[in-house]
Nanobody, 112 residues
Framework: QVQLEESGGGLVQPGGSLRLSCAAS????????LLWYRQSPGNGRELVAA???????DYPDSVKGRFTISIDNTNKILFLQMDRLKPEDTAVYLC??????WGQGIQVTVSS
């Protein structure tokens, strides 16, 4: 099973940006879909970005136009670029590969 580790979280002001990274122990070659979820108290786990093997990306309306999922397959990293952040984006963000492997999660806090 692929080992995953997120980084890049932290505290940011509303309107700011963060880029989350998910470093994998193996290349993504045949391990799709690639996913980012977030989880916050009272809101459960929400899928915020998905990337298919043919390069199609999808996002829920809550983040569409603000979040971008991408990969660097050479360096085995999955990214989530988050722009124009809002307080309601505050959550623990987790990466997932092929619906099997999970990272440990990383906190993102959007607050002034």
């Amino acid at each position: 099973q692929v080992q995953l580790e997120e980084s890049g979280g932290g505290l940011v002001q509303p309107g700011g940006s963060l880029r989350l990274s998910c470093a994998a122990s193996e290349t993504f070659s045949d391990k799709y879909p690639l996913l980012w979820y977030r989880q916050s108290p009272g809101n459960g786990r929400e899928l915020v970005a998905a990337l298919t093997s043919v390069g199609l990306a999808d996002y829920p309306d809550s983040v569409k136009g603000r979040f971008t999922i991408s990969i660097d397959n050479t360096n085995k990293i999955l990214f989530l670029q988050m722009d124009r952040l809002k307080p309601e984006d505050t959550a623990v963000y987790l990466c997932n590969v092929a619906l099997l492997s999970w990272g440990q999660g990383i906190q993102v806090t959007v607050s002034s």
